[in-house]
């Protein structure tokens, strides 16, 4: 059952004086600030890539959603918009509320008909199919509100952002142009990734095989962790496409699409949003939208879970799925084919992307003319700067008293020594200086580590060591703070001091003071210590000095490359 429509703008979006009108009664409302992931959401509504949606989910369209991937009309749906919020202010049906970006700027006004709870572990259970806090998006449902609202929209401004604008066109501009090209059939290309060699191959030869044009569809919004950088990805793009591409047959639009990760039903997920932005087809290839590895080394999904979702619901939904398989390149015949169609014998080249970053990217080496135009290695050389100069964070965990501020301390002055600009970052002087008025409720210990995590971010983001000194007890807000900096670059040091040598070791007197029953929820004692469960390193500081404990981490972090040698 194809319900329509698709693509068309459901959400009232106003101008001129009606706008002005609406902005100075803004001023009078209660106001929510979006999140960058509400925000990207909000103008994917706003524009009708999310038709049939014309509001965040209410709770009939929620439940059912999780339960079988369609909203209440029927219509499929598999991932869930909703506008979270906290318990704050208390908002009741008929209010209305101002809907704020993240510089206070009015984006929208939202009429609330419905309010309602929502259990993360149930949700990730269902959309994502794991709890496993490795899983980028698990790890921050931890921050989401507790409580998710709906009712009709009033949409005064949409995000306007200043970088590439001729390329974020809305659904109805990539329709118009796609109809002027002259094409009935258009195949759609998702990606998060630069543009390789293999992946040129593989949408011309889906534009070939249908007869159609090519839409390029990158994501610009929230991407994984660690990704490259979207100005350096599109700058690629538009290197690649004005150079390699059939200009008359090939549209490169942005999209500001914040993903989820979520393996086959994101794959389902944006088949549907590029039914909305006119395709007839949509390109699927292997772990579409895998966010990598769990907890224990394991993909998260099946490397054919997505393209065997797709195809169920492919008919239903009026797309056409185009599926491809691992690209390899023959350097005896100058060409690419899928594995399976490769010649017996015949002699195999291919990268992967941890090969692209490890022996590549990060040893200086310019990639192969095999594998990346010459446009593209250029940008990404200057994006992924050798290892020994990109950023990274430690992060020490464990009790109070384990010895972690000694080990950082050490280890600071090690890396200093090394001429690695290096930034401490302690537990204690955070609270001071970035925490203070924060208390010790598990919501607030998660504050204080999140703060330390976005100040470790920015550190690592511009090529700075980030060392980080807190006991942040709970594995959900560590695992936040991993998916902040980057699975890549985060070194999680798990001291592993027992309790009872870090309370012998107890100058200040805490834990006493906790046995006493005068420091309520304190870790260790009367609240958990949640200990990692693969950390990139577990130290004891029992019968080790903390000089040969930093030297260990220094030796990790030298044959990671993070670290020259000395001398």
């Not at 118009?176 to 543009?195: E, H, K, W």
């Not at 409720?441 to 060392?467: M, T, Y």
């Amino acid at each position: 059952m194809l319900i329509p429509p698709y693509g068309g703008r459901l959400v009232h979006l106003v101008a001129g004086a009606e706008r002005l009108s609406l902005l100075e009664r803004a001023r009078r409302l209660p106001a929510l600030q979006l999140s960058p992931r509400t925000l990207c959401d909000l103008e994917l509504l706003a524009t009708g890539a999310f038709s049939p949606l014309d509001r965040f989910m209410g709770q009939a369209d929620y439940a059912r959603v999780l339960a079988d991937m369609r909203l209440d009309s029927g219509a499929i749906f598999p991932i869930p918009i909703v506008l979270r919020v906290s318990a704050d202010p208390p908002l009741a049906p008929g209010d209305e509320v101002a809907l704020r970006d993240q510089r206070n700027d009015v984006i929208a006004l939202l009429r609330v008909e419905e309010q309602f709870g929502w259990n993360p572990e149930r949700e990730a259970r269902a959309v994502l199919g794991t709890t496993d806090p490795r899983h980028p998006l698990v790890a921050e449902m931890q921050s989401w509100g507790e409580r998710c609202l709906s009712g009709p929209l009033t949409v005064l401004s949409l995000p306007r952002p200043a970088d590439f604008a001729q390329l974020r066109l809305t659904p109805a501009q990539v329709r118009a142009r796609l109809s002027a090209m002259g094409y009935s059939r258009v195949v759609a290309f998702q990606t998060r990734n630069p543009l390789h060699r293999a992946h040129e191959e593989l949408t011309r030869r889906a534009a070939d095989t249908v007869g159609g044009a090519l839409l390029i569809h990158p994501a610009v919004g929230l991407t994984r962790p660690g990704d490259v950088d979207h100005y350096s990805r599109v700058r690629g793009y538009l290197s690649v496409v004005e150079r390699y591409y059939d200009s008359r047959r090939t549209l490169l639009s942005l999209i500001p699409l914040a993903m989820r990760m979520a393996g086959p039903r994101e794959a389902l997920w944006h088949a549907l949003i590029r039914r909305n932005y006119g395709a007839s087809h949509f390109i699927v290839g292997r772990d579409h939208a895998g966010p990598g590895l769990d907890s224990h080394g394991q993909p998260f999904y099946g490397p054919r879970e997505a393209q065997e979702l797709v195809a169920r619901y492919a008919d239903e939904l009026g797309i056409t799925m185009i599926r491809f398989g691992e690209l390899v390149y023959l350097p005896d015949e100058d060409r690419y084919v899928e594995r399976d169609e490769a010649p017996p014998g015949a002699r195999i080249f291919t990268l992967t992307g941890t090969q692209v970053r490890e022996e590549y990217l990060a040893r200086g080496q310019a990639l192969p003319t095999w594998f990346t135009r010459p446009e593209v290695a250029a940008i990404l050389a200057q994006a992924y700067p050798p290892r020994h100069r990109q950023g990274f964070c430690v992060w020490f965990t464990g009790l109070s008293g384990a010895g972690k501020s000694t080990l950082a301390d050490v280890l600071t002055a090690l890396l200093l020594e090394r001429g690695r600009q290096s930034t401490l970052l302690d537990g204690d002087i955070v609270r001071t200086h970035l925490s203070q008025g924060l208390g010790y409720s598990r919501e607030d210990r998660d504050a204080n580590v999140l703060r330390i995590g976005f100040v470790a971010s920015e550190v690592v983001r511009h090529g700075g060591a980030a060392i980080c000194a807190a006991i942040s007890p709970y594995r959900a807000a560590r695992n936040a703070v991993r998916q902040m900096v980057g699975n890549e670059r985060f070194v999680e040091v798990y001291v592993d001091t027992p309790l009872e040598v870090c309370e012998q070791r107890d100058t200040k007197g805490l834990y006493a003071r906790a046995r006493r029953g005068e420091l309520p929820a304190f870790t260790g004692v009367s609240d958990p210590y949640e200990a990692p469960v693969s950390p990139e390193l577990r130290l004891s500081t029992v019968d080790t000095p903390p000089e040969e404990g930093a030297r260990a981490i220094m030796a990790w972090l030298e044959a990671r490359g993070f670290v020259l040698p000395a001398g």
